[in-house]
């Protein structure tokens, strides 16, 4: 696999979704998995709807690199691709790009609701949900004082399969996630917020029971010993595997409960 095109700003195809009445109350971004999965699948479809459509939120998706009509090259032929730099720079990308164009189309909108989300979605039986990683590395730039403290939605965090998404960097990915529930602790936070984290809402992760092999009580130990700022809800569903084959359903009526309590 080369490398010569994961460090390049490409192309992505890009879907932007207005609730269907009267303005919207903030901004979501879904990302979707690898090794096959587009924004078009359903899980991410459904996601999509319940937050346009119920919690009145303009929703970005968009296809990864070498899917769809999006430029670059997929994880199958550029290593900085597999190893998550490249999905991490453009979930980033895409982030400020989105908040960007919200606070020009809505400049007066103020205390806006921001939801970084991962959803899994991949066509291959065991398709990785990289994605998680992407979202759980982005951070919003305190320059967008618009937007109030973004929610973070985590579903099928990839625990086991992390080392080998991303190599020699999955520790750094781990710790992304758990400096937002604790506030500290990932050495790769962006230089424009001096050390400290940004303020964060909540935090939830999503796991299917059948996923949820070999470390996964261990990290949600971990992670949970680490919520300093008790933002953390942690959710394993029953029956449900690693590409949520008729439990899709499930995940809509997780946020859901989630966001309504």
């Not at 296809?63 to 769809?68: C, E, L, P």
């Not at 680490?226 to 959710?235: I, P, Y």
Request: hydrophobic letters at 35%.
């Amino acid at each position: 696999m080369g490398q010569n095109t994961s460090h390049e700003a490409v192309y992505l195809e890009t879907r932007v979704e207005d609730p269907p009445n009267g303005d919207p109350q903030g901004l979501a971004l879904l990302s979707h998995g690898r090794l096959g999965g587009s924004y078009d699948q359903p899980p991410i479809r459904l996601l999509a709807e319940y937050l346009r459509d119920k919690r009145r939120l303009r929703v970005v998706t968009w296809n990864n690199r070498g899917v769809g009509n999006s430029g670059g090259q997929s994880e199958w032929n550029d290593f900085g691709v597999w190893v998550g730099d490249a999905g991490i720079n453009d979930y980033n990308r895409m982030l400020r790009e989105s908040m960007t164009n919200f606070t020009r189309d809505f400049p007066l909108k103020k205390g806006a609701q921001l939801f970084i989300c991962r959803k899994l979605t991949a066509i291959q039986p065991k398709g990785y949900s990289a994605g998680a990683i992407y979202a759980g590395c982005a951070r919003p730039l305190p320059s967008f004082y618009q937007f109030a403290p973004a929610y973070y939605i985590f579903i099928s965090y990839p625990v086991d399969l992390n080392p080998l998404i991303g190599l020699f960097k999955s520790g750094s990915h781990f710790r992304s996630l758990e400096a937002l529930v604790q506030g500290h602790g990932w050495e790769n936070l962006p230089s424009e917020f001096h050390g400290a984290e940004p303020e964060v809402a909540a935090v939830i992760t999503i796991t299917g029971q059948l996923e949820a092999v070999l470390f996964y009580d261990m990290w949600t130990g971990i992670l949970g010993s680490k919520n300093a700022r008790k933002v953390l809800t942690q959710v394993r569903v029953e029956g449900a595997d690693h590409t949520w084959n008729g439990k899709t359903y499930c995940i809509v009526e997780e946020v859901d409960k989630w966001l309504s309590y």
